[in-house]
Each structure stands twice: as structure tokens, then as C-alpha cells.
């Protein structure tokens, strides 16, 4: 069993940047791959990208690709998200969670266990 909970969640200007947290608590933190979906308002939770159990593989959706960085610190049960030039499209609540995979995974589905999420809005 794993809890997670996001944190870093707020209000910030178009092009400005954010770090998302992702604190796990419970047994064997490093043999999940891990990954942040977002929700914008009104559309469907979507994926935004994944790690792999050591970090040492990531893969991201093509449109944060190159603006967003996943990266994990399984010494400190935590996983991160780097967002930077954020757009007002980024605007959505964001959830982390974690696979029993070791490998990334790109499919809500494929993950059991979530958090509560954190609201990011991007004003314009």
C-alpha cells in the first residue's frame, strides 16, 4: 500500500515556472514507476509523463515535452515535476501516482494507487 501527496500547487503567471511534489508514504517507494496526470476543467484526466523505479527512464506527453522534467528521490520517497514556460492551458488539477510496474507507463490504468491532487493555474 502507498499514500501519495502533491504539493506545489498555485497561481503563476504565463511563462513562469513551477515544481510539483510528490511525497509517498508506505513500503517499497523504488519499486514503483511513478507518474503526474492532469485534469483541465472540464476534459478528462490526461497523462502528462512517467519514471521509471530507478529514474533512470522517462516519458512524456508531446505537449509538455521539453518544457516539463519528472524526477524521483527514492532515498526521500519523493517524486518531482519541473514545469517551466508554463501556458494558461497548463491550467489543471494535477495528480501523481504509482504502478506496481518498475517500467514507465503512460495509461491511467495502469496505476494503482493515487493522490488527492493540486491545483496549478496559469494566467494569461
Not at 502528462?48 to 520517497?77: C, E, H, L, P, Q
Amino acid at each position: 500500500q502507498v499514500q501519495l501527496v502533491e504539493s506545489g500547487g498555485g497561481l503563476v503567471q504565463a511563462g513562469g515556472s513551477l515544481r510539483l511534489s510528490c511525497a509517498a508514504s508506505g513500503r517499497n517507494f523504488s519499486s514503483y514507476a511513478m507518474g503526474w496526470f492532469r485534469q483541465p476543467p472540464g476534459k478528462d484526466r490526461e497523462f502528462v509523463a512517467t519514471i521509471n523505479w530507478s529514474g533512470g527512464m522517462t516519458y512524456y506527453a508531446d505537449r509538455v515535452k521539453g518544457r516539463f522534467a519528472i524526477s524521483r528521490d527514492n532515498a526521500k520517497n519523493t517524486m518531482y515535476l519541473q514545469m517551466n514556460s508554463l501556458k494558461p492551458e497548463d491550467t489543471a488539477i494535477y495528480y501523481c501516482a504509482a504502478t506496481l510496474f518498475t517500467t514507465v507507463a503512460a495509461a491511467a490504468d495502469d496505476y494503482d494507487y493515487w493522490g488527492p491532487g493540486t491545483q496549478v493555474t496559469v494566467s494569461s
